[in-house]
C-alpha cells in the first residue's frame, strides 16, 4: 500500500485510535482498525508503525486478537488474502497434531523374503521407509549392529530400498530448480537420511577449506562420508587475505556436486547444505556402507536397487523416530521445509490412504475448517510455505492461533514456536536474536516467514497486565528489510497495557 497516496486513510485511523470508537471500516481502502480504550492506545501506535517508508509499495496484512474471546482488536487488511511463507507451518503442523498426534512416531524397517541359515541370510534384505526424516548415519550403524547381532554376517542376495510409503512425487510444484538443490527445497521421500540433528533430510553436507598453501586444491569434505554423490573441485586456493568467492552448488538432475572460485589460504571454511537427487538411493548407500563396515559382507555379486518389499516378507528389525511432539521443536524452530512436506505426505496416507501432497493438503484444508478458519478464503500448495502461490489472509491466521488453543495438545504447538530473544537455537530457534532486551523478549512466541518480497511473524504475546494477545503480520511485496516493523508491533503489544 503506497503510504504517501493514503494520509487521509491514516489520519482517519489514527483518529479510530486516539479517540477510542467503535471499529470503523474504511471500504475504500479495505483497512478496519479500531478497538475500544483500553486498546486504544495500542492501535494508535501501530498505526504510526505502519507508515514506515519501507512499506511503501507493500501490503502489510495485520491482525489482533484478545486470545481469551477471540474478539479482533486490530484489522489492517485483514482479509486480503496474502502469501504467507512460512507462517504456513503453523497450519501444518496444527494439522499433523490434530491427525497424527502428539506421540506419532515414524517407523523404519528392514525386511527379508528369505531366511537365516547358519551365519548366512539367504534372500534379499529390503529397507522400508515410511516418512522418517530424522535417519541419521549413526541409525544405519545401528541396523548393522543388530543385524550382526541376529547372527548373520553374510547376506547372498541383493539389497532393496523401499520408498513406495508415499507416492514418488519429489518436490511439490511450486518449487524452483535453484532451490531444488539446497537443504531447503530437498526432495520428499518415504526413504531418505539426514546429515545431522537439524534433520534436514534429503541433504548432504559439503565443508570446503583452504589448501595447504595458494595454488593448492581446497580440501573438500562430506558429512556424512558417501558415494552416492560425487565432487568435481574447480575451486583453488589463493594467497591469505584475497577474497573469498567459493561457491558450493549440484548440476540438475544428478548428483555432482561443483565447487568453484577462490578460498584464501589459512581463511575459514566454506559449508553448504546440498540436497541430494533421490535421496531414497541415499538412504540405501548409507545402509550398505554401514553394513560393510560392521563386517557384514555379500557373497557374490548383489545390486542395490529400488522396491518393494513382499507382503510375506519377515520383519526382522524396526526402529521408531522420535515423538511428533520432539519433532516440532526443530520443525518449527528453525523452520524445517523437508519437515512439513513429510508431514503433508504423512497426513494424507494416514486419513485418506494416500502419501501425497494433494490427499494431505485436503486434510489440512479440513482441519484448518474445524478450527473456525474459513477454508474457502484460503489456497494452500504446500506444507512449509516455499511456495508463492499458497494464500491466506491474516485474520484466518489469528484465527487458527486462537482455535488451537482448547486442543490437548496445544502445549506441544506454542512450545514449537521460536522464542524472542532466547539465544540458545533449539528454544529461541529463528527469532533468537530478534526483540532483544525489548518487552518481547521471552515474552513474544510466534512463527517467522521469509521469502523473497515476503516476511511474516504469527504468534502470541503477552501484554504489561498479563492479558495475552494473538496476533498475525503478514507483508507482501517488500523490497526493503521489513523484520524491524514486525518487531516493533510485536513489542508494541509487548509494552501494551498498564502494569
Do not use: C
Not at 510466534?446 to 504469527?458: F, Q, R
Amino acid at each position: 500500500m503506497a503510504r504517501k497516496s493514503t494520509l487521509k486513510g491514516i489520519a482517519l485511523l489514527m483518529l479510530a485510535g486516539v479517540l477510542a470508537v467503535s471499529p470503523m471500516e474504511l471500504t475504500e481502502h479495505k483497512i478496519t482498525a479500531g478497538a475500544d480504550g483500553e486498546y486504544a492506545p495500542l492501535v494508535s501506535e501501530i498505526n504510526q508503525i505502519l507508515q514506515d517508508e519501507r512499506l511503501d509499495g507493500a501490503l502489510a496484512g495485520v491482525s489482533i486478537r484478545e486470545a481469551d474471546t477471540g474478539e479482533k482488536i486490530y484489522d489492517h487488511f485483514g482479509d486480503t488474502r496474502l502469501v504467507p511463507a512460512s507462517n504456513m507451518k503453523l497450519f501444518t503442523a496444527a494439522a499433523a497434531f490434530e491427525t497424527l498426534g502428539e506421540n506419532h512416531r515414524f517407523t523404519t524397517e528392514i525386511h527379508t523374503d528369505g531366511e537365516v541359515k547358519g551365519k548366512m541370510l539367504k534372500g534379499n534384505l529390503y529397507l522400508k521407509g515410511k516418512g522418517d526424516p530424522t535417519l541419521l548415519q549413526e541409525d544405519f550403524e545401528q541396523f548393522a549392529q543388530d543385524l550382526k547381532s541376529l547372527g548373520i554376517q553374510k547376506i547372498k542376495g541383493d539389497l532393496i530400498g523401499d520408498d513406495t510409503w508415499y507416492d514418488d512425487i519429489r518436490l511439490s510444484e511450486d518449487i524452483t530448480w535453484q532451490d531444488e538443490v539446497y537443504y531447503y527445497g530437498a526432495q520428499v521421500s518415504a526413504l531418505t537420511a539426514s546429515p545431522n540433528k537439524d534433520y534436514d533430510a534429503g541433504s548432504v553436507i559439503v565443508e570446503v577449506n583452504p589448501g595447504d598453501s595458494a595454488g593448492t586444491e581446497p580440501k573438500v569434505s562430506l558429512s556424512p562420508e558417501t558415494d552416492y554423490v560425487s565432487i568435481v573441485n574447480h575451486a583453488k586456493t589463493v594467497q591469505a587475505g584475497q577474497p573469498k568467492t567459493v561457491s558450493i552448488s549440484r548440476e540438475h538432475g544428478t548428483n555432482q556436486i561443483v565447487i568453484e572460485g577462490n578460498i584464501p589460504a589459512e581463511g575459514s571454511r566454506t559449508r553448504e547444505w546440498i540436497a541430494v537427487d533421490e535421496p531414497s538411493g541415499y538412504a540405501l548407500d548409507l545402509f550398505e556402507n554401514a553394513l560393510l563396515a560392521e563386517g557384514i559382507k555379500w557373497t557374490g555379486k548383489h545390486q542395490l536397487k529400488m522396491g518393494e518389499t513382499p507382503v510375506n516378507s519377515t520383519l526382522l528389525l524396526e526402529h521408531e523416530s522420535m515423538t511428533l511432539a520432539e519433532l516440532a521443536i526443530p520443525f518449527m524452530k528453525l523452520s524445517n521445509n523437508g519437515h512439513g512436506e513429510v508431514l503433508v505426505k504423512e497426513m494424507g496416507r494416514a486419513v485418506q490412504g494416500e502419501g501425497s501432497w494433494e490427499a494431505g493438503l485436503e486434510v489440512m484444508k479440513d482441519v484448518a475448517g474445524t478450527l473456525g478458519v474459513n477454508s474457502e478464503t484460503i489456497l494452500l500448495r504446500d506444507g512449509s510455505g516455499m511456495s508463492h502461490v499458497n494464500l491466506i489472509p491474516v485474520n484466518e491466521v489469528s484465527q487458527l492461533l486462537f482455535g488451537v488453543q482448547n486442543k490437548e495438545w496445544f502445549d506441544s504447538y506454542v512450545n514449537s514456536l521460536p522464542v524472542a530473544g532466547d539465544v540458545e537455537r533449539f528454544i529461541g530457534g529463528t527469532l533468537r536474536n530478534r526483540m532483544k532486551d525489548t518487552a518481547a523478549q521471552h515474552n513474544v512466541k510466534a512463527k517467522t516467514g521469509t521469502l523473497t518480497a515476503v516476511s511474516a511473524l504469527s504468534g502470541y504475546a503477552t501484554t504489561k497486565d498479563g492479558k495475552p494477545l494473538i496476533f498475525s503480520i503478514i507483508i507482501n511485496n517488500d523490497l526493503a528489510s521489513v523484520t524491524p516493523i514486525e518487531d516493533a508491533i510485536a513489542t508494541a503489544i509487548a509494552e501494551s497495557g498498564e502494569e
